[in-house]
């Protein structure tokens, strides 16, 4: 009995995922590190920005969301200018947290397994011009996990 119980505590952090948010190892690839391989197919979920193009500096907020009666409890999202990291960051807030990829905070994942429908996201835009990838990835439950169309901003 002992021994069945300590293999059931050593498995329950993989059973309950990252309940307050993606690991920074998670920054590289977007995923979650479930140890379960995301989704095949178009994805439901998405993230918006307010438009094409953004001023340079300025505060954009992006929304993450789903196909209507959709929800989800965790996120990744990252912002990429080429191949690198961007130099705008994302903010805290009630439902978001900053994370910290490759010495700045361009990313941000969830800060609470709560079902979301949608999750406002503000991000810094960097203070020159450039083309801005938003990459992200949505967590529905432990073993279900959508890779999102990427999208993009020219900040000028």
């Not at 952090?13 to 989704?39: K, M, N, T, Y």
């Not at 994805?43 to 929304?63: A, H």
């Not at 994942?109 to 990835?137: G, M, N, R």
Request: net charge neutral; hydrophobic share 40%.
């Amino acid at each position: 009995m002992l021994r069945f119980s300590l293999i059931l505590v050593g498995f329950l952090p993989l059973a309950l995922g990252f309940s307050s948010g993606a690991p920074g190892s998670a920054c590289e690839d977007l995923i979650p590190q479930h140890g379960v391989a995301a989704q095949i197919g178009a994805s439901p979920f998405g993230i918006t920005p307010p438009g094409d193009t953004v001023q340079k500096g300025s505060i954009v907020e992006l929304t993450l969301h789903g196909a209507p009666g959709t929800s989800f409890m965790g996120f990744i999202v990252r912002a990429f200018e080429g191949t690198d990291g961007s130099a705008g960051v994302f903010q805290a807030s009630p439902n978001v947290q900053p994370r910290t990829c490759v010495g700045t905070k361009n990313g941000a994942t969830h800060t609470s397994p709560s079902l979301k429908q949608q999750v406002k996201l503000s991000w810094t835009a960097p203070d020159y011009p450039t083309i801005v990838e938003f990459k992200s990835t949505v967590v529905v439950d432990f073993s279900t996990i959508y890779l999102n169309k990427p999208v993009f901003v020219k900040v000028v």
